[in-house]
């Protein structure tokens, strides 16, 4: 009776956050399920003391994060980058286009999947509404790589720190393991773009209209705004060095930066709450709670003996399980809710790290494949949306089955690759 209670609140949950009836927030829907199942004694207090715990560095890094991607929003930074990166590409679509992939790799990597959906997209929607260029191979190219390119290190997904802290990856065996895989993964899906997209690419544009934009000088505070987004950067290397947990990092730059911002009068200390998302937290944890309490319910037994069966068939086509495995789980429940479940089988299945790496792999490029894959997506089809472009579902499907699979089948390849000799 417990374990069916447990399962039609999980489903439920599940199901309010993909689709938010009455426009509900998924944060709603999510700590509901999850506080109805603590409340019902479903779970425990240790158990919520033990998912607070888990969740501590992922939402530290979270909580870092907005006030990074803050003080470089007020400081004008990704304007200033969009009007370089125009003006470089010499009115080429497909300069463009890579540098589109080029710089949301580097964002992805330093500030997170999210960071560049919320950041990038606007400003690259912007930029082609004043070229006169059709904008949607370009967005498109915002959204894939802000997933394909979210392996590259342990803060580019908040995904990849709960895997990092459940199995105990330091940094430097992440990038080991993930960085090559990843730099593959984007150029494949920058190849397929060029393929898909390149009657629109081959047009070209002019770049006089931009020649006006964010034309003005960087401000004192905000030279130092992008120094210390440098300087973060290089406190990841000097984290992996040292073994600190890279979200310290995140954190401390975060008040750094809104410090220099405060002080530069760019924000003020409102902006500081109000940057802060409630519902996405409340989304982090309310999910974990669900998913813990699915497994103390025993209901995740069927992803330990996949897991199992996973090992025991080894080598590429175990890798190749798992990974895809995980990647269309994301798509029917969301990557979060997917991470979350995978984790626990694959601890007490003791997997190796290979097939952990590739378990975030499907994580994090998964989602690519639909626009409820992760809420990374969401928020992208909503600053879409918001420009007066329409983007169904079915369009995002049909790209994401052509990109998606080739790209996870590369990355995967050559991370078994990599496995051989690490």
């Given at each position: 009776?417990?374990?069916?209670?447990?399962?039609?609140?999980?489903?439920?949950?599940?199901?309010?956050?993909?689709?938010?009836?009455?426009?509900?927030?998924?944060?709603?829907?999510?700590?509901?399920?999850?506080?109805?199942?603590?409340?019902?004694?479903?779970?425990?207090?240790?158990?919520?003391?033990?998912?607070?715990?888990?969740?501590?560095?992922?939402?530290?890094?979270?909580?870092?994060?907005?006030?990074?991607?803050?003080?470089?929003?007020?400081?004008?930074?990704?304007?200033?980058?969009?009007?370089?990166?125009?003006?470089?590409?010499?009115?080429?679509?497909?300069?463009?286009?890579?540098?589109?992939?080029?710089?949301?790799?580097?964002?992805?990597?330093?500030?997170?999947?999210?960071?560049?959906?919320?950041?990038?997209?606007?400003?690259?929607?912007?930029?082609?509404?004043?070229?006169?260029?059709?904008?949607?191979?370009?967005?498109?190219?915002?959204?894939?790589?802000?997933?394909?390119?979210?392996?590259?290190?342990?803060?580019?997904?908040?995904?990849?720190?709960?895997?990092?802290?459940?199995?105990?990856?330091?940094?430097?065996?992440?990038?080991?393991?993930?960085?090559?895989?990843?730099?593959?993964?984007?150029?494949v899906n920058a190849g397929i773009f060029y393929l898909l997209f390149r009657g629109q690419l081959r047009a070209g544009f002019?770049?006089?209209?931009?020649?006006?934009?964010?034309?003005?000088?960087?401000?004192?505070?905000?030279?130092?705004?992008?120094?210390?987004?440098?300087?973060?950067?290089?406190?990841?290397?000097?984290?992996?060095?040292?073994?600190?947990?890279?979200?310290?990092?995140?954190?401390?730059?975060?008040?750094?930066?809104?410090?220099?911002?405060?002080?530069?009068?760019?924000i003020t200390a409102i902006d500081l709450v109000r940057v802060q998302p409630p519902s996405l937290y409340a989304f982090v944890?309310?999910?974990?709670?669900?998913?813990?309490?699915?497994?103390?319910?025993?209901?995740?037994?069927?992803?330990?003996?996949?897991?199992?069966?996973?090992?025991?068939?080894?080598?590429?086509?175990?890798?190749?399980?798992?990974?895809?495995?995980?990647?269309?789980?994301?798509?029917?429940?969301?990557?979060?809710?997917?991470?979350?479940?995978?984790?626990?089988?694959?601890?007490?299945?003791?997997?190796?790290?290979?097939?952990?790496?590739?378990?975030?792999?499907?994580?994090?490029?998964?989602?690519?494949?639909?626009?409820?894959?992760?809420?990374?997506?969401?928020?992208?089809?909503?600053?879409?949306?918001?420009?007066?472009?329409?983007?169904?579902?079915?369009?995002?499907?049909?790209?994401?089955?052509?990109?998606?699979?080739?790209?996870?089948?590369?990355?995967?390849?050559?991370?078994?690759?990599?496995?051989?000799?690490?």
């Amino acid at each position: 009776m417990s374990e069916a209670f447990v399962g039609a609140v999980a489903l439920v949950t599940i199901v309010a956050v993909l689709t938010r009836p009455r426009g509900i927030s998924e944060g709603v829907w999510a700590l509901g399920g999850g506080l109805l199942l603590v409340a019902t004694g479903r779970l425990s207090l240790d158990d919520l003391t033990h998912v607070l715990g888990d969740l501590t560095g992922v939402l530290t890094f979270l909580i870092g994060l907005f006030w990074i991607t803050l003080a470089a929003r007020q400081a004008g930074l990704f304007e200033h980058a969009a009007r370089v990166i125009v003006t470089r590409a010499n009115g080429s679509g497909v300069r463009l286009m890579l540098a589109v992939f080029a710089f949301g790799t580097l964002t992805t990597a330093l500030l997170s999947n999210d960071a560049t959906v919320v950041l990038v997209t606007p400003i690259v929607l912007s930029a082609c509404l004043r070229l006169g260029i059709p904008p949607l191979p370009y967005l498109f190219a915002c959204s894939f790589v802000a997933d394909t390119a979210s392996s590259l290190l342990p803060i580019s997904n908040p995904i990849n720190l709960l895997y990092v802290e459940r199995f105990d990856l330091s940094f430097g065996r992440h990038v080991a393991l993930l960085a090559l895989p990843t730099l593959v993964a984007v150029a494949v899906n920058a190849g397929i773009f060029y393929l898909l997209f390149r009657g629109q690419l081959r047009a070209g544009f002019n770049t006089d209209a931009v020649r006006d934009w964010s034309s003005a000088p960087l401000r004192t505070a905000d030279r130092w705004i992008m120094f210390g987004i440098a300087a973060i950067g290089f406190g990841y290397l000097m984290a992996a060095s040292f073994g600190l947990q890279p979200w310290l990092i995140t954190l401390g730059g975060g008040v750094l930066l809104a410090a220099v911002a405060l002080g530069g009068r760019r924000i003020t200390a409102i902006d500081l709450v109000r940057v802060q998302p409630p519902s996405l937290y409340a989304f982090v944890v309310g999910l974990a709670l669900v998913v813990r309490a699915a497994d103390v319910a025993g209901l995740l037994g069927f992803l330990g003996q996949a897991v199992e069966r996973a090992g025991e068939i080894g080598g590429l086509s175990g890798l190749l399980a798992v990974t895809l495995g995980t990647a269309l789980g994301t798509n029917v429940v969301n990557n979060w809710t997917m991470a979350l479940a995978i984790s626990g089988p694959l601890a007490r299945a003791d997997a190796s790290d290979e097939i952990v790496a590739g378990s975030m792999l499907g994580a994090d490029i998964g989602p690519n494949l639909s626009v409820v894959g992760s809420l990374a997506t969401l928020i992208w089809l909503t600053e879409v949306r918001r420009g007066g472009l329409a983007v169904s579902g079915s369009t995002y499907l049909r790209l994401g089955l052509i990109a998606t699979i080739p790209t996870i089948l590369a990355a995967t390849l050559t991370l078994h690759i990599i496995g051989q000799f690490t």
